[in-house]
């Protein structure tokens, strides 16, 4: 087969995208995370940007034809090409065959599907000590790896803000939309040979490893 595919699957802090940007070192296939992309459109004010808003502040998903259009758009550019890490996409049974189908069409497929598990208190623990770095995007969490000092990124000394998606009730709301509409997919994955389990409340470093395994070991199998 032509191309990685990974898609993470986990509930909302489970530490998809950072896990995204360690493989990203290793593998050097692009990290695509369809929540980057909707607050780039939101901090650009894009139309796009302003239709997502009102979901994305109610812990709510964008509905599936504007996802998918953003997402497609975003994954036939060139350096695709040669694979991708997506994260936070497909998010429903609709999103995923789109993905399929998109896939299917210029001869790839989903490679594997590892699903990083977290227990729903260590969601709502881990989002509401999120900070995230305006400039370049690294995550922190004020409880266990917080940044040296306070409201500025180690790496690029760029202001640390807290996502607004990111508050108590929101979170609870997310996590609710989580197991309504994304979590079919993971009965959609078994059933194709994709999934696999990667325990999420295991040190950073330790998931990376289990995902690299996974990811080479799906790679030998197809
Ligand atoms: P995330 O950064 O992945 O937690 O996504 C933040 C928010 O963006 C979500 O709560 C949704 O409102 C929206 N969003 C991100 N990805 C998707 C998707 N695949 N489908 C629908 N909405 C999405």
Known sequence: M??????????PGSGKGT??????????TPHVSSGDLFRHHLSEDTDLGQLAKSYME??????DDV????????????????????DGFP?????AEALKGALSGR???????????VGDEEVVRRLTARRVCKECGAVYNLAFNPPEEEGECDVCGGDLYQREDDNPETVQHRLYTYYKE????IGYYF????????????????????????IHEAKRAS
């Open 2 to 11: 032509n191309g990685t595919v990974v898609v993470l699957l986990g509930p």
């Open 19 to 28: 896990q995204a940007q360690r493989l990203v070192e290793v593998l050097g």
């Open 58 to 63: 109610k812990g709510e998903l964008v509905p």
């Open 67 to 86: 996802t998918v259009k953003m997402v497609m758009e975003r994954i036939s550019r060139p350096d695709c090409e040669e694979g991708v890490i997506l």
């Open 91 to 95: 998010r429903t049974l609709t999103q």
């Open 107 to 117: 001869g790839q497929e989903v490679t594997v599907v590892p699903l990083i598990r």
């Open 182 to 185: 994304t979590s079919p997919l």
């Open 191 to 214: 059933a194709q040979d994709r999934l696999v389990e990667v325990d999420g409340e295991q040190p950073v470093e330790q998931v990376s490893e289990e995902l690299l395994e996974a």
